[in-house]
């Protein structure tokens, strides 16, 4: 059973920076995917990056692609998730999300682990 541990969300002024992290444990298998997803009030869940961890291959939403990057510590099992030039509009809850795939999903359901979610604002 892979459990997810979250930290770094908070409150920023637009333009602001934030670094999110995502601890693992349990996992069992190299062939694993990380990443995260976020949801606004009354909006749906959505993919913002995800990492393939034993090919080391990232993707990014179109809409965070340039702002946020996705790394990883491989010794600690720990997903970073830097954002840069925070806009309102990304204001949402943020969940750390893993599954055992050699490629990562950009579909929720597709993910088996979820942390418990840490809050990102973004003040106009």
């Known amino acids: 059973q892979v459990q997810l541990v979250e930290s770094g969300g908070g409150l920023v002024q637009a333009g602001g920076s934030l670094r999110l992290s995502c601890a693992a444990s349990?996992?069992?298998?190299?062939?694993?995917?990380m990443g995260w997803f976020r949801q606004a009030p009354g909006k749906e869940r959505e993919f913002v990056a995800a990492i393939s961890w034993s090919i080391g291959v990232t993707s990014y939403a179109d809409s965070v692609k340039g702002r946020f990057t996705l790394s990883r510590d491989n010794a600690r099992d720990t997903v970073y998730l830097q954002m840069n030039s925070l806009r309102p509009e990304d204001t949402a809850v943020y969940y750390c999300?893993?599954?055992?795939?050699?490629?990562?999903?950009?579909?929720?359901?597709?993910?088996?682990?979820w942390g418990q979610g840490t809050q990102v604002t973004v003040s106009s």
């Open positions: 349990g996992r069992t298998s190299r062939d694993y995917a």
């Open positions: 999300v893993a599954t055992y795939r050699l490629i990562a999903p950009r579909k929720s359901n597709e993910y088996d682990y």
